[in-house]
């Protein structure tokens, strides 16, 4: 019985993903929210973030990043984390992020966090990560998306 409830969870976690805790590495690793990360990432959202990658980082972005759209517990309009087997994950909000055009924004805002990550306050929207934000709407970036 113990051995059955084994492997359907481990089948489980394939079909319907897993759960996450995320934590602020700024914040002495703190939980800030539990996630549920789908067996598979959002083929849209990958395909806009490896569109920007290779248009606005330079395609210097880890190709690995799992990007999806879940629930997030209130106020979380997106999330940057590292999970898994993938090198990060991207969360966006269903609930917050109604349309492509908000979808794409907090990606791209998302992405940002990715660059920045391992840096002391990359979760932090410091000057930095501001000058990055209006680089990226300089490039175009949100040309389609305003
Ligand atoms: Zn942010």
Redesign the pocket.
């Known amino acids: 019985m113990t051995k059955l409830l084994i492997v359907s969870l481990f089948i489980g976690s394939f079909i319907f993903g897993w759960q996450t805790n995320v934590t602020d590495h700024s914040n002495e690793g703190m939980t800030i929210a539990t996630v549920m990360v789908p067996a598979e990432p959002d083929a849209k959202m990958m395909s806009w973030y490896s569109g920007y990658n290779a248009t606005y980082f330079n395609d210097a972005l880890p190709h690995d990043t799992f990007v999806f759209i879940t629930d997030l517990p209130t106020r979380y ?2 999330l ?1 984390f590292e999970c898994g087997q993938a090198r990060y994950c991207i969360a966006i909000d269903r609930k917050l992020n109604p349309t492509i055009q908000d979808r794409q924004f907090t990606l791209l ?2 992405m ?2 990715v660059q920045f990550y391992g840096n002391l306050d990359y ?3 410091r000057e930095p ?1 501001k000058r990055r934000m209006r680089e990226l709407c300089a490039e175009g970036a949100f040309d389609d998306i305003f």
């Open positions: 309009i997106g940057t805002h998302e940002v966090h979760t932090l929207h990560f």
